[in-house]
């Protein structure tokens, strides 16, 4: 295999102080998006070709997916790209500094569907607080599966960890994906099944805001 620690799509976060701001990876001041268990990179590529005035990180826990994900980048040239092979629980609480994102994107994580597994689920109330503190205030967090049980468990998740607001009305989900944005792997593979794929949208609230607007409103209240 190719020696790919001279990829310099690779976020080494070895050669920065961190916590990591986009700004000090890419030398620009540009929305940066992330996507959370990338695959094959094939989502992430397309909007980075795209989008040439964004900035995007992909995360990515499978060695041998980040590596094909590379190879394909590279075929491209991209400048606006950096992946990094690391478990996402660990990167949003210990890599990026606060407000670093302005979109973040979660295609089909593992459902671990059976009750004995479902600890593994990553999307969970800590990990959505957590990810809301990178994230600047208003960003936007999409998250797509074609499993309707952990999308049920994501939402409650939502409404209890209190930093992301719903964009789309009661039952909070549509099965149609936005026609612009790329399809992934999953998706593509699970179209053709016929199977049902539950779109999700969300606008970041940040604590300190939401905090302050109770206060803002108990002040009213009491007055
Ligand atoms: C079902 S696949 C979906 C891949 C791709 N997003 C798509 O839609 O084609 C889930 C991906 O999440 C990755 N993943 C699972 N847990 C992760 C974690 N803790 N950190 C980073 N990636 C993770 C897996 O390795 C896998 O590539």
Redesign the pocket.
């Known amino acids: 295999m190719r020696n790919l620690i001279l990829s310099p799509l690779i976020l080494d976060i070895t050669e920065y102080i961190l916590p990591l701001n986009p700004i000090d990876v890419f030398g620009n001041q540009n929305d940066t998006a992330l996507e959370?268990?990338?695959?094959e990179g094939d989502?992430l590529i397309e909007l980075a070709r795209k989008k040439t005035d964004w900035n995007f990180i992909g995360?990515?826990?499978?060695k041998k997916?980040f590596v094909k994900a590379i190879k394909k980048a590279e075929g491209f040239q991209l400048k606006n790209i950096r992946f990094l092979l690391m478990?996402?629980?660990i990167a949003i609480s210990e890599v990026f500094s606060k407000d670093s994102f302005s979109e973040v994107y979660i295609?089909?994580?593992?459902p671990w569907p059976k009750e004995r597994h479902k600890k593994h689920r990553?999307i969970n109330i800590p990990f959505l607080r957590r990810l809301s503190l990178i994230m600047k205030s208003g960003a936007i967090l999409e998250i797509v599966s074609d499993h309707k049980e952990y999308i049920d468990y994501i939402l409650e998740a939502i409404q209890e960890a209190k930093t992301f607001r719903a964009e789309f009305e009661y039952p909070h989900y549509i099965t149609v994906t936005p026609s612009d944005r790329p399809k992934?792997?999953?998706?593509i593979e699970f179209r053709k099944e016929g199977r049902e794929i539950y779109y999700l949208r969300f606008i970041n609230e940040k604590e300190d805001e939401i905090h302050e607007t109770h206060c803002n409103n108990s002040a009213t209240d009491a007055s």
């Open positions: 959370i268990g990338f695959g989502f995360i990515e826990i499978k997916r478990d996402a629980q295609n089909f994580p593992d990553f992934t792997r999953y998706e």
